[in-house]
């Protein structure tokens, strides 16, 4: 219990404060107001947890990383959250992330920047990347974060920390602010599996206030196949040794390995940008400045009022994807791109289900390189989305995923990732245990 009211507790929140000058994990800390929120007795007792600024937490900021939402306290607490506090977890702040959840290396905050507690010139990735160098740097034991398309597992492969994104619906989306609602679901990083499985049985389950949630079914499959990809992947040196390493050692441990191809890969991205970028230009249609959002100082009339908080409010990435995602949608053009994506998406579905019919589960790279430098040296916006093609299929298909990490190459973490048929989330555990 880490916060007891006392010099322990002191020690800690200032230890956390001065952490967070390095990391720039948090974009706000107020562990006071957490425990005032904090109710419950439950097995998760006093300990600390992380908030991705893009969920709601009563009394604390939402800004989801833009100016858009610079100013917003949420007046009501995240289904997902509530449960956590119901056990006794404590919020101590909200955690960065790319504006909106759209990016893989959190530089595309507008709010702050984070470093990878491993190499502080690198990125933590993202969008979850403020939570997963809080667990990763030993500020928290667990943070929550959102994968829309790899959000929480690619930010902890780049920080060597355990990713859950869990099946589509089985978390609750209530209080999560939507940028593609079909494709995103709320997950954690933690440090320690067992605290992860934890936080994830306390937080699924339906909730009547999102219509999209269920309970989870029944599952009880001993895995013993475990089906890999192979062929040329894309993979950078480093990434490629351990996504082979990590199959030897499963190998070893008495897991038959299933060699599976999936040539729809290939088209994961360009159908997850199609979906995601229509759905993010209708779900950011509300930031107005009228009823939410960044009010400009002055302008002659309502049109101009609009024009003017959007071009304020808004970064970069965001406007490239509300633009292309109103040009996907466009009279005369949906069946060009956005239902043909839809149509990819589909396929990529049943390729899966064609893949767990002869395996229990699937071992697949995150992301095809080491994490990579702030900045110039880095990926470029186009390079990161190409790169989003092993996270995004679990999206597209709405099957669990988990992050694992696996090692170090060069003095950077890497991991893996398995994903199972939907509501499997206890294989991926078992995988992962078996492996640790
Ligand atoms: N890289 C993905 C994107 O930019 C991740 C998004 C996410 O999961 N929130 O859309």
């Known amino acids: 219990?880490?916060?007891?009211?006392?010099?322990?507790?002191?020690?800690?929140?200032?230890?956390?404060?001065?952490?967070?000058?390095?990391?720039?994990?948090?974009?706000?800390?107020?562990?006071?107001?957490?425990?005032?929120?904090?109710?419950?007795?439950?097995?998760?007792?006093?300990?600390?947890?992380?908030?991705?600024?893009?969920?709601?937490?009563?009394?604390?900021?939402?800004?989801?990383a833009s100016r858009m939402l610079q100013d917003l306290v949420s007046p009501?607490?995240?289904?997902?959250?509530?449960?956590l506090l119901e056990q006794g977890a404590v919020v101590v702040g909200k955690t960065n992330l790319d504006e909106f959840g759209m990016g893989s290396s959190c530089d595309m905050s507008a709010l702050g920047r984070t470093n990878n507690p491993w190499d502080l010139s690198r990125a933590a990735g993202g969008s979850s990347g403020g939570s997963a160098a809080a667990v990763s740097a030993g500020m928290v034991p667990f943070a929550l974060g959102s994968d829309t398309g790899?959000?929480?597992?690619?930010?902890?492969?780049?920080?060597?920390?355990?990713?859950?994104?869990?099946?589509?619906g089985v978390v609750s989306r209530f209080g999560l602010v939507a940028y593609a609602s079909s494709l995103e679901v709320i997950g954690a990083v933690a440090m320690d599996l067992d605290l992860l499985?934890?936080?994830?049985?306390?937080?699924?389950?339906?909730?009547?206030?999102?219509?999209?949630?269920?309970?989870?079914?029944?599952?009880?499959?001993?895995?013993?196949?475990?089906?890999?990809?192979?062929?040329d992947l894309g993979l950078e040196a480093p990434v490629a040794r351990a996504y082979e390493r990590a199959q030897e050692v499963l190998k070893d441990l008495g897991f038959q390995l299933v060699e599976v191809v999936l040539p729809e890969l290939e088209y994961a991205v360009p159908a997850y940008y199609t979906i995601a970028t229509a759905e993010a230009s209708a779900n950011l249609a509300r930031y107005t400045g009228i009823r939410y959002g960044h009010r400009p100082m002055w302008s002659e009339n309502p049109q101009e009022l609009m024009r003017k908080a959007r071009s304020?409010?808004?970064?970069?990435?965001?406007?490239?994807?509300?633009?292309?995602?109103t040009f996907v949608l466009r009279s005369g053009f949906q069946d060009r791109y956005y239902h043909k994506a839809q149509r990819v998406r589909t396929l990529i579905r049943r390729s899966l289900e064609q893949v767990f019919s002869s395996a229990d589960v699937l071992l697949m790279p995150v992301f095809p390189t080491l994490p990579f430098p702030h900045g110039e040296g880095g990926l470029s916006s186009f390079q990161q989305k190409m790169a989003d093609r092993f996270t995004t299929t679990a999206n597209l298909?709405?099957?669990?995923?988990?992050?694992?990490?696996?090692g170090r190459e060069e003095g950077l973490p890497v991991g893996?990732?398995?994903?199972?048929?939907?509501?499997?989330?206890q294989r991926l555990f078992q995988v992962a245990r078996a492996y640790r």
């Open 312 to 325: 304020e409010g808004f970064g970069p990435e965001v406007k490239l994807r509300i633009l292309l995602g």
């Open 76 to 83: 009501y607490t995240a289904t997902a959250v509530s449960r």
């Open 197 to 231: 499985e934890t936080v994830f049985e306390v937080m699924r389950g339906e909730d009547e206030r999102d219509h999209s949630s269920l309970d989870p079914e029944e599952d009880d499959c001993e895995v013993r196949r475990i089906a890999v990809l192979t062929g």
């Open 416 to 425: 893996v990732q398995v994903m199972a048929p939907p509501f499997g989330e």
């Open 150 to 168: 790899g959000s929480v597992r690619q930010p902890a492969a780049f920080c060597g920390v355990y990713g859950l994104k869990p099946t589509y």
């Open 1 to 64: 219990d880490l916060l007891d009211g006392g010099a322990k507790e002191e020690t800690y929140l200032s230890k956390l404060r001065e952490r967070n000058e390095e990391i720039g994990a948090f974009l706000s800390l107020d562990a006071a107001r957490g425990k005032a929120l904090s109710s419950g007795d439950g097995v998760l007792r006093g300990l600390p947890f992380g908030v991705k600024d893009n969920i709601a937490v009563e009394g604390f900021p939402l800004t989801c």
């Open 397 to 406: 298909a709405g099957v669990p995923a988990l992050a694992v990490p696996v």
